[in-house]
């Protein structure tokens, strides 16, 4: 199937692609054959994605990296680039590519050490691809240095390198990188479409995929996971019921702890596997045979590995409690829409009882102070504010109203 398929709800920017993509192919051929290249091409060396969380801004950036390295031989005959099965789309996809270098933050900024070896690669030729192709997927977390770096590569770019950014609005970006990309902004794709995407991509049940779709309003990764992870389907329950658990300071408190100990034992699963992965492929590149004791000289390098790996499990505990504060910003919201007498559909339906309790015990103005102070915690763990901190003052902020 073509790799535009994971791109749910977003026809106009697969069009601007798929255009884009024939034209790179153009690029390439008049290059190869010593001819002029086309007279007004669509292709451009940086792009720059953005669009609300789960619109797919990773998604479709991936997806035209691989539609400009597909080597598909239908394409010779008009074919559409991006066949999404030969071997170059099949290793773009999967982020094994030689020529697609995938950036993104292992905590919460990219550091210039991060970025150093890959704007040195996006001056090189293509090892064997088509396109030296360099996705960010975490734009907006560049720092100063980081993005100075990136600057000047998509300042001077090297002819067959392209680069693509992802944040989540031009804002994220500093304006003298922005103003060198071309803009393509993403929607959040409808509730309907999420679910027939896992209904025809993943084999969910329809009934569950219509309930995950409407539960995260579009959002397609998280939709996925609940759908697919029950212990994910567990904590989002247990989130739900906050509201009713805030009526005491101590159950605030013991709601705040619950919550912060769900997230560092999520980020302790996700990072298990990954951790242990990484740590057994260098001691095996650094010369350790078996389990055995590492050379010396290579403690250095151990410490950096542990340190991207701490930075990396941190930056998950709050990716983690961010998704928690995002299922209880759709539970006030949903309360909200009740007290309004609002006829927009109902995230959260299947704790109407609930819903309903709180919206009869509060009001309007309540309600919007709540939201407020779910705000307010996301701004404090983006300032790095110890999260059992910011979530009990969030919690204690719910019980007042």
Not at 107 to 127: E, F, H, N, W
Not at 167 to 178: F, G
């Amino acid at each position: 199937m073509p790799v535009w398929d994971d791109l749910v709800g977003q026809e106009r920017v697969i069009t601007s692609l798929d255009a884009a993509a024939r034209d790179a192919d153009a690029l390439v051929t008049a290059a190869a054959s010593d001819t002029p290249p086309p007279p007004a091409s669509k292709m451009t060396h940086a792009w720059l994605f953005t669009g609300p969380p789960g619109a797919g801004r990773v998604t479709a950036a991936r997806a035209f990296a691989a539609a400009l390295q597909c080597v598909s031989p239908d394409r010779a005959l008009g074919g559409m680039p991006g066949c999404g099965f030969c071997d170059g789309c099949h290793t773009a996809l999967l982020g094994t590519h030689a020529d697609v270098s995938t950036i993104a933050a292992d905590g919460a900024q990219i550091l210039v050490a991060d970025m150093r070896d890959t704007v040195r690669k996006s001056y090189t030729a293509p090892a064997g691809g088509r396109w030296q192709v360099i996705l960010v997927e975490d734009a907006e977390r560049l720092n100063e240095k980081s993005a100075n770096a990136v600057l000047k590569a998509v300042e001077e770019p090297a002819p067959r390198t392209v680069w693509l950014l992802c944040a989540p609005s031009v804002e994220d970006v500093l304006p003298t990188i922005r103003s060198r990309c071309r803009l393509l902004t993403l929607s959040t794709p409808g509730v309907d479409a999420v679910a027939d995407m896992l209904v025809r991509r993943d084999g969910i049940e329809p009934a569950v995929a219509a309930s995950v779709a409407r539960a995260t309003q579009g959002h397609i990764d998280r939709a996925r996971r609940l759908a697919t992870d029950p212990r994910a389907r567990e904590r989002r329950a247990a989130v739900l019921k906050i509201p009713l658990r805030v009526e005491d300071i101590g159950g605030c408190l013991k709601a705040a702890q619950e919550l912060v100990d769900a997230a560092a034992e999520d980020s302790k699963q996700l990072a298990e596997e990954v951790d242990t992965k990484e740590t057994e492929e260098l001691k095996a590149a650094l010369g350790a045979q078996n389990g055995g004791r590492m050379p010396r000289g290579t403690a250095g390098v151990m410490k950096d590995l542990e340190d991207k790996q701490k930075r990396r499990r941190t930056r998950s505990q709050r990716d983690s409690l961010d998704l928690a504060l995002t299922d209880l910003t759709g539970v006030y919201r949903d309360v909200l829409a009740m007290q309004l007498g609002s006829a927009v559909a109902l995230a959260n339906v299947e704790i109407q009882d609930t819903l309903e309790r709180v919206a009869r015990g509060s009001s309007p103005e309540s309600t919007l102070r709540r939201i407020e102070a779910i705000g307010a915690c996301r701004v404090a763990l983006d300032r790095n504010v110890a999260p059992l901190l910011a979530v009990e003052a969030m919690t204690v902020a719910l019980r007042a109203g």
